[in-house]
């Protein structure tokens, strides 16, 4: 994670909206346990309390648990949580402003349309 300190985006946020995005990746998976507030402190040069901001939100979430005395853990249906809100906004937050904007652009729903599929076979 790179952490942009001119972005208007606070750096808790931009903390907490990088363990989301690492758990739906995959990359981190339910009982891995987080870097502590120290060593987040100690990488990006951040006061402590800026990481345990962005814990006690994915904590609220309940995307992280703290476990005593131990550390901060990714929970058992972080995953699927994550996933599933994902999925629920995909279409509005995501999608939709994307065709707006290309019928803006004067595209027509089969021009979209083809180049949406174009994607998806480029991914494949």
């Not at 987040?40 to 476990?67: D, H």
């Amino acid at each position: 994670m790179v952490m942009d300190f001119s972005s208007q985006t606070p750096i808790y946020i931009q903390i907490a909206d990088d363990i989301r995005q690492r758990v739906v990746a995959g990359e981190l998976k339910a009982g891995d346990q987080l870097m502590s507030t120290t060593q987040y402190s100690t990488t990006y040069r951040i006061n402590p309390a800026t990481a345990n901001k962005a814990f006690n939100i994915l904590v609220e979430e309940g995307i992280v648990e703290k476990r005593r005395g131990i550390g901060m853990f990714i929970t058992p249906n972080a995953h699927e949580e994550l996933t599933q809100a994902g999925r629920a906004s995909f279409r509005e937050d995501t999608l939709a402003p994307a065709i707006r904007a290309g019928r803006a652009l004067g595209l027509s729903p089969t021009d979209i349309l083809t180049l949406v599929t174009t994607i998806l076979k480029d991914e494949s």
